[in-house]
């Protein structure tokens, strides 16, 4: 299970992200938003893997109708991932953004 600040810290480590607020929550940037907090433990990122990872695991990985059309976002359940999926998650965000 990881946190905010988990993801606070990643991502303020890889190269060019900022933090500011997005909707009144944290939010990373690199030229683009990399990933941003929502209520409830869910994050968002950016991903080319959208309906595997919601096909693959339903319960963590999902997207509301507001998101239907940025087809580059999911979100996830941050009580059912660990830190290392989170890295790889923000990694590829980072990279899509950047």
Same mark, same amino acid.
């Given at each position: 299970?990881? %946190?905010?600040? %988990?993801?606070?810290?990643?991502?303020? $480590?890889?190269? $060019?992200?900022?933090?500011? /607020? #997005?909707? $009144?929550?944290? &939010?990373?940037?690199?030229? *683009?938003?990399? !990933?941003?907090?929502?209520?409830?433990?869910?994050? *968002?990122?950016? +991903? %080319?893997?959208?309906?595997? /990872? !919601?096909?693959?695991?339903?319960?963590?990985?999902?997207? +509301?109708?507001?998101?239907?059309?940025?087809? #580059? /976002?999911?979100?996830?359940?941050?009580?059912?991932?660990?830190?290392? +999926?989170? =890295?790889?998650?923000?990694? =590829? &965000?980072?990279?899509? !953004? #950047?």
């Amino acid at each position: 299970m990881v %946190d905010e600040e %988990d993801v606070r810290r990643f991502c303020l $480590g890889l190269p $060019g992200v900022n933090e500011r /607020l #997005s909707w $009144g929550r944290p &939010a990373w940037f690199a030229r *683009t938003q990399v !990933a941003r907090m929502w209520d409830d433990g869910v994050l *968002t990122v950016k +991903t %080319d893997e959208r309906e595997a /990872l !919601a096909a693959e695991d339903p319960g963590t990985y999902f997207w +509301t109708p507001h998101h239907e059309r940025h087809r #580059s /976002l999911v979100l996830v359940r941050m009580d059912r991932i660990d830190e290392p +999926t989170l =890295e790889e998650l923000l990694i =590829e &965000a980072h990279r899509l !953004a #950047s």
